[in-house]
């Protein structure tokens, strides 16, 4: 069975740039979460779905970040304009249901310059 | 205070040592997970515990539940053990709450 996919795995742009990340989570799950993960420090939640309801997107800064979850499957995260302090991990996951397993995505990994 | 906390925070220990990282969190869980990240790598589940205690190869995981407790044990460690280990609570209201984190070296 494939695990979360994500893509693309490394990006960089210079700042006011936008970019965006893909997420295939694995088939099935209802539940998908984006997080943003800093050097050295725990996954900080941006944005969570069940199916294509976003139900907490307290921590999204919604200013310049955006997320959507067509048809309950694939998930893009997107940043416009992107600032510096956004270089970071973008970390996807999805389970089943929560509570359930938390199966993680690579990450994407963005280097704003 | 920090709703989920681990100790220690770093840990250094030598190959074949029992090692044991704590949590502790302060908010009604559902469930309570032990992920495991690589330097540079994704993360990965290794437990998620509602009460009682888990086993699978030389990592056990406990939970008491009116402690608001957990502990990872690794026995025989190795090298490869090398990683953070990641405590991560379900919340009674359904937010993912993360530890900080202790970062785990094992030198042969």
């Known amino acids: 069975e494939a695990g979360v996919v994500q893509s693309p795995r490394y990006k960089i742009i210079e700042k006011k740039q936008p970019v965006a990340f893909w997420c295939n989570p694995i088939?099935?799950?209802?539940?998908l979460y984006w997080y943003r993960q800093n050097l050295g420090q725990g996954p900080e939640l941006l944005i969570r779905?069940?199916?294509?309801?976003?139900?907490?997107d307290s921590q999204l800064p919604k200013d310049r970040f955006s997320a959507e979850r067509l048809k309950g499957v694939d998930s893009t995260l997107k940043i416009q304009p992107a600032e510096l302090g956004d270089s970071a991990v973008y970390l996807c996951a999805s389970s089943l249901r929560t509570p359930n397993t938390i199966y993680f995505g690579e990450g994407s990994w963005l280097t704003v310059v | 205070k920090n709703e989920v906390e681990q100790s220690p925070q770093n840990l250094t220990a030598q190959e074949g040592e029992f090692i044991t990282i704590n949590c502790s969190y302060s908010v009604g869980i559902s469930a309570l997970h032990w992920l495991q990240q690589h330097p540079g790598g994704g993360i990965v589940s290794l437990f998620m515990?509602?009460?009682g205690k888990k086993k699978h190869g030389r990592l056990i995981a406990t939970i008491n539940i009116q402690e608001k407790h957990s502990s990872l044990h690794i026995t025989a460690s190795h090298p490869r053990d090398s990683a953070v280990y990641i405590c991560?609570?379900?919340?009674?209201?359904?937010?993912?709450?993360f530890g900080p984190g202790t970062s785990l070296s094992v030198i042969p």
């Open positions: 088939s099935g799950h209802n539940t």
């Open positions: 515990l509602s009460s």
């Open positions: 779905y069940e199916n294509e309801e976003a139900v907490d």
């Open positions: 991560a609570v379900n919340t009674s209201y359904d937010k993912v709450i």
